[in-house]
Each structure stands twice: as structure tokens, then as C-alpha cells.
T-cell receptor
Framework: GDSVTQMEGPVTLSEEAFLTINCTYTATGYPSLFWYVQYPGEGLQLLLKATKADDKGSNKGFEATYRKETTSFHLEKGSVQVSDSAVYFCALIPTNDYKLSFGAGTTVTVRA | GAGVSQSPRYKVAKRGQDVALRCDPISGHVSLFWYQQALGQGPEFLTYFQNEAQLDKSGLPSDRFFAERPEGSVSTLKIQRTQQEDSAVYLC????????????FGQGTRLTVV
């Protein structure tokens, strides 16, 4: 079935560092791709999404581009803050489906 | 409230006990989902409702798991005769309509079976 594989963590960075979290997917057709974030003590929140090839999702300084040729949706942020410390999940919804399939999550800790 | 609300936030159950977990979706949201998140893992799909109809229960791990949404709003996930492997965070999500790609999640119920 359709699935995502994301970079294992944990990832520890200093403030203002560049963050990349790799995500690749296996799917037939054209799935919709998502990044969700879970801040400490809070529920999952949609961070950004892309629904077709070459789309770029962006929010809160984070970006990810839907790359059909490499089946990837890597998350990037140019300058992280302590408040970006969270667990990040890559996910997809297969074509003509409604169920989210999540990766295992990547824990990111940003130190001041 | 403005978001998806789940209760209780935490539940400790003795092995063999029945539990009921509640989800209040965002008002007007047609689609409702339940996911199970084991420690250190991503959420996994359990079941899906469109209004009061349970259209997909393919992710329910056993017949001890049962979900309902009788009036098309509040949903309850019931687990009978709980076992230790049922320990997880149970997440509820709702979306405006089927095919709408933004699902809003509640904070989850952390179930610990002892």
C-alpha cells in the first residue's frame, strides 16, 4: 500500500540553523502530501500541504516541494527557533482516498 | 469550542476493563476519523465516518474495537476487554467534507492498560 518514509531522529540543532527533514513516499497515482507538527502537549496540526507535482507548500517559514521524479517531499526551514521544537510527521492521502498514512515522526529539538 | 475536543485526556484501565473514548468534532464537519498512535510511531488509521455512516472500519485491530457516531456529530470509540497492546494515544480528526484534505486533530486520549 501507499506509504511514507521519513528521516529518523532525533535531530538537535542550534537556533538559526538550517533544518531539513527528508520524506519519501511510495504511491500509485498522485497522492496529496502533508507535513503535520505536534508541539509538546498539543495535538497534531497541519503545517503545510501540496496536492500535485511541483507544488510548494509553505507556512511559518517552512517549505516543502512535491517532487514526483524523486517521490519526495522534504521539509526545510532556513533559520529555526526554539519554538520550532516539536515532532514532525510526513503524511499522504492516496489518490481517490481519504485516509492519512503517516511516517514515524521526527523529533526536532532547537537549542538557544 | 472551535477545535476538536476529546475526553478523557488520560485513561488508565485494568486489563479486561471496557473503555469509552469521546470525540466532539468541529461543528458542521461531515467527516470524522479515528487514529491510533503507539509510542514513538505515527498515527495509524482506525475508522472513518461520513455523518452517521461508518464507511470504513478496515483499521480496527480486532472485534473488541467498536466506534459509533449515531447523530453525525459526537463519536465514541469503545474498546472491550482491554489488553496491554491497546495502550496508545487515540486521536480523533474531523474535516469539512469527504475529499477535503485538511483534517483537524484533537489532542488525543492517552490510554494506558495495566
Amino acid at each position: 500500500g501507499d506509504s511514507v518514509t521519513q528521516m529518523e531522529g532525533p535531530v538537535t540543532l542550534s537556533e538559526e540553523a538550517f533544518l531539513t527533514i527528508n520524506c519519501t513516499y511510495t504511491a500509485t497515482g498522485y497522492p496529496s502530501l502533508f507535513w503535520y507538527v505536534q508541539y509538546p502537549g498539543e495535538g497534531l496540526q497541519l503545517l503545510l500541504k501540496a496536492t500535485k507535482a511541483d507544488d510548494k507548500g509553505s507556512n511559518k517559514g517552512f517549505e516543502a516541494t512535491y517532487r514526483k521524479e524523486t517521490t519526495s517531499f522534504h521539509l526545510e526551514k532556513g533559520s529555526v527557533q526554539v519554538s520550532d521544537s516539536a515532532v514532525y510527521f510526513c503524511a499522504l492521502i492516496p489518490t481517490n482516498d481519504y485516509k492519512l498514512s503517516f511516517g514515524a515522526g521526527t523529533t526536532v529539538t532547537v537549542r538557544a | 469550542g472551535a477545535g476538536v475536543s476529546q475526553s478523557p485526556r488520560y485513561k488508565v484501565a485494568k486489563r479486561g476493563q471496557d473503555v469509552a473514548l469521546r470525540c466532539d468534532p468541529i461543528s458542521g464537519h461531515v467527516s470524522l476519523f479515528w487514529y491510533q498512535q503507539a509510542l514513538g510511531q505515527g498515527p495509524e488509521f482506525l475508522t472513518y465516518f461520513q455523518n452517521e455512516a461508518q464507511l470504513d472500519k478496515s483499521g480496527l485491530p480486532s472485534d473488541r474495537f467498536f466506534a459509533e457516531r449515531p447523530e453525525g456529530s459526537v463519536s465514541t470509540l469503545k474498546i472491550q476487554r482491554t489488553q496491554q497492546e491497546d495502550s496508545a494515544v487515540y486521536l480523533c480528526a474531523s474535516s469539512l467534507r469527504q475529499g477535503h484534505t485538511e483534517a483537524f486533530f484533537g489532542q488525543g486520549t492517552r490510554l494506558t492498560v495495566v
